[in-house]
């Protein structure tokens, strides 16, 4: 189970559309997807518009701006093109999901989740990147959405969506699970420790790079447990398990409120969600979760 | 062997200086750090410029345009900061790396490798972002070169330098090996197959996306092997195996000049370098050299 990857069980994960990259690229087929038939994503600026059945809400292009740029998501199981419409402004895209966000995603399925997730992050990184970073010219979308290309004749620096991988992280000694809370998490919430990988690392690298900077801990060997996309606003999630021979800490307040190292039963405790567990756990829309269970299974 | 990360036996990996995170968020420190001791990185561009004894060539800040903007790459051993300088403006910086400049770096150590490849990747970073993408202002570096900053007190935007994942992965079906040629490889070479993951994908939802694409093969099972930075401009790659049950190939020429399916014996022979072998193997600086090395090792 370790060195194989899990199934798509993580939300945001396993896709939800036959993306047709082939597609991107051809004007004539692109356009000809673009009918009557074809399928709009309903959006609240980049939060999802949840239909009565529970589901993603869907329109037809007949909703939207005629002025508006469309990214193109995917065929649907029945070849017809899905959409998305680049909302020219958007605000506070970079937060975090919060409980409410939550709260109208709980009755998606897995695949309106997958389908969801990335068209969030298409879309938001659209409407941040309408100017070309090389030159300052407008940038217009090309390729369905897949890429933006600058207007200017001189630069025409093609601009391609980010996906920005970061490591999380468990870490283990002597049968303990080193955990760690952030500023932002509620109260008495701990989790797998987390960080950007940087230019010029590989992933072992950034996670021995990451549970140094913030608790103070070397690590040996490294695992890759299982990944996820999380579209806030555009990461990919890699989950990995970490293990230590020194459980001292230090601790870095700029980076964690907390870190601390909890029992294999304070751990199974906690997951069960029970009251007078010793934390709260992370929750199971995150591939902290996960890694968590995975921890418990071995 | 296969769930372990291996060590840092890849070109560019496994890190070569501290990072030192705490200092770029300290602008004390940073500027303390900017003193006759300090190292810059010579740069001829983007490419490296490399001294007698056939390691980095160093000079002091001394060396630099006092206009430029700096990059901190991190401490030195002895404490010494370790600086890049911004090239103003760089030219075909997404090429691929040629035969001239494999010959360049093939004297650099495995550390002095790793160091490289951090500063091409973000001295690059720095030269393709003068502007702001959001409201296209000027932005400034900041943070030890970590980041850029809008100088539009309306925007203040903040962007960070990228690192795009790509999968790269070999397939497996019935004891035989799938490689692909791209175009723009020399004549006989095959390597794995590879692509970037997009936006709303996890690492194992891009696998059997590229592997289906470009080869029209369905893969089940995908295993983590590997990872490395390769700073062309700024891709983590990340080697997998992958497990299909029918060979039948289906070849996206646009992608592909062919792929193939190789015998254990066609793929030993041709890591030895044979001239008589089916294919040329991938260079072992390349990630995909170390997966099929992997693989006749299980």
């Not at 790079?209 to 579209?231: D, M, T």
Request: glycine content about 8%; some cysteine.
């Amino acid at each position: 189970m370790d060195s194989v990857m899990t199934p798509p069980a993580f939300a945001f994960g396993g896709g939800g559309l036959d993306r047709a990259d082939h597609v991107r690229a051809d004007p004539d087929r692109l356009a000809s997807l673009m009918n009557w038939r074809a399928r709009l994503l309903k959006l609240d600026g980049i939060d999802p518009v949840i239909a009565p059945d529970g589901g993603l809400q869907w329109g037809t292009l007949a909703d939207a701006d005629p002025e508006a740029e469309m990214v193109f998501l995917g065929l649907a199981d029945d070849g017809r093109g899905c959409f998305a419409e680049v909302t020219p402004r958007i605000v506070g895209s970079v937060a975090p999901p919060n409980p409410r966000l939550w709260a109208a995603m709980s009755t998606l399925s897995a695949a309106d989740l997958a389908i969801y997730g990335g068209a969030r992050s298409l879309v938001d990184w659209h409407a941040r990147h309408r100017f070309c970073a090389m030159c300052s010219a407008p940038t217009r979308l090309v390729k369905g959405g897949w890429q933006r290309l600058c207007t200017n004749e001189l630069c025409k620096a093609e601009h391609y969506p980010r996906v920005d991988p970061v490591t999380i992280m468990t870490v283990e000694c002597d049968g303990e699970l080193l955990l760690g809370r952030q500023p932002r998490f509620p109260p008495r919430r701990y989790s797998a420790l987390a960080g950007f990988v940087e230019p010029g690392e590989g992933l072992e690298d950034a996670v021995r790079r990451e549970v140094l900077e913030e608790a103070g801990v070397k690590v040996g060997e490294v695992r890759y447990v299982a990944s996820q996309p999380w579209p806030f606003p555009s990461s990919l999630m890699i989950a990995c398990h970490a293990y230590a021979t020194d459980k001292a800490l230090t601790i870095d307040t700029t980076e964690l409120d907390d870190a601390h190292w909890f029992t294999r039963e304070e751990v199974r405790h906690a997951m069960t969600g029970a009251e007078d567990a010793a934390f709260i756990a992370p929750p199971p829309f995150a591939i902290a979760h996960h890694l968590l269970k995975w921890w418990l299974a071995q």
